[in-house]
């Protein structure tokens, strides 16, 4: 299942998120990982994606409350020109979101692809603000960062059923 929904975050959350990823890259004291520890079926020849784990406490109480049903593991990825993920299924997350946080022309790349139920691909641009919310294993991918791009910045989360008693 895939939703795409537009403005996604209220416009003050959205603010200060998008000034925080800008703050943390360009940080001299932040740590930063990076997809070099991801399982090789998942980067291929990819570039480096840089990721950094939320850890303000209003943006993460925020997001919660938007996703009660899930425990989520929120980050910031930095997608850097001729980054991708070739396609995938999440495996062992119920759930996963993107939420677009720079703004991207058409020829940028960085498309969210998904197979749909009919053996079909669609292709989602990246847009400020926009969030893609998939679940039930669907099959998808992320296209390259193009040449010349600047740095694709997204908040990814990964999502677990919560256990109910």
């Known amino acids: ?35 070099a520890s991801w399982n090789n079926n998942v980067v291929l020849t990819s570039n480096t994606v840089l990721i950094h784990e939320i850890q303000d406490t209003d943006i993460l109480k925020s997001l919660q409350q938007q996703f009660e049903e899930y425990i989520i593991t929120p980050s910031f990825f930095y997608w850097t020109q001729m980054s991708y993920i070739p396609w995938h299924d999440d495996g062992g997350h119920h759930a ?10 058409e020829n940028d790349g960085g498309y969210f692809m998904y197979e749909k139920s009919d053996g079909t691909i669609e292709a989602i641009q990246p847009k400020s603000n926009r969030a893609i919310f998939q679940s039930n294993g669907v099959r998808h991918s992320v296209t390259s960062v193009s040449l010349g791009a600047p740095i694709r910045r997204t908040i990814q989360i990964f999502m677990k059923k919560r256990l109910t008693n």
């Open 96 to 105: 996963a979101m993107t939420i677009y946080l720079s703004d991207h022309e």
């Open 1 to 35: 299942m895939i939703t795409v929904t537009d403005d996604f975050l209220e416009p003050d959350l959205f603010f200060n998120v998008n000034v925080l990823s800008k703050q943390i890259y360009t940080s001299s004291d932040c740590e930063l990982k990076s997809n």
